[in-house]
C-alpha cells in the first residue's frame, strides 16, 4: 500500500489542522492506521491509531482529549482532527499502515507516507 500525507501548515497557538492520509490499494480496509511525529532531533513517536474497522482508537498521552483519528475506508482514507495545537505539536507528521491489529510501535508498521509539516506558533 502507498501512502501520501497531506494538510500540514502553519497555526497559531489554540488553532486547529485536519491531516488526511490517502491510501492506495484495495486491501486498504485490512489495515490498522496511524499517526506518528517526528520534531527536530527527536526521534519519532507514535500519536495515535485506529483499527481496520475504526472501531479501536488509541492515542498519546500529550494529544488525548485533542487530537481525534478517524478513517473512511470507502475513501481509502485516515485523519487526524488536531484541535487546541500547542507549539511543542511542531513536528513533521507520518501516517502509517500494518496488517489488521493496530500498534504504538514504530516497528510494527510496514508502509510509511512522506511527512507533512505542522508549525505552531505561539
Known amino acids: 500500500v502507498q501512502l501520501q500525507a497531506s494538510g500540514g501548515g502553519l497555526v497559531q497557538a489554540g488553532g486547529s489542522l485536519r491531516l488526511s492520509c490517502a491510501a492506495s490499494g484495495r486491501t486498504f480496509s485490512s489495515y490498522a492506521m496511524g499517526w506518528f511525529r517526528q520534531a527536530p532531533g527527536k526521534e519519532r513517536e507514535f500519536v495515535a491509531a485506529?483499527?481496520?474497522?475504526?472501531?479501536?482508537?488509541f492515542y498519546a498521552e500529550s494529544v488525548k482529549g485533542r487530537f481525534t483519528i478517524s478513517r473512511d475506508n470507502a475513501k481509502n482514507t485516515v485523519y487526524l482532527q488536531m484541535n487546541s495545537l500547542k507549539p511543542e505539536d511542531t513536528a513533521d507528521y507520518y501516517c502509517?499502515?500494518?496488517?489488521?491489529?493496530?500498534?504504538?510501535?514504530?516497528?510494527?508498521?510496514?508502509?510509511w507516507g512522506q511527512g507533512t509539516q505542522v508549525t505552531v506558533s505561539s
Open positions: 502509517a499502515a500494518r496488517n489488521v491489529v493496530l500498534s504504538t510501535r514504530t516497528s510494527d508498521y510496514s508502509y
Open positions: 485506529i483499527s481496520w474497522g475504526g472501531g479501536n482508537t
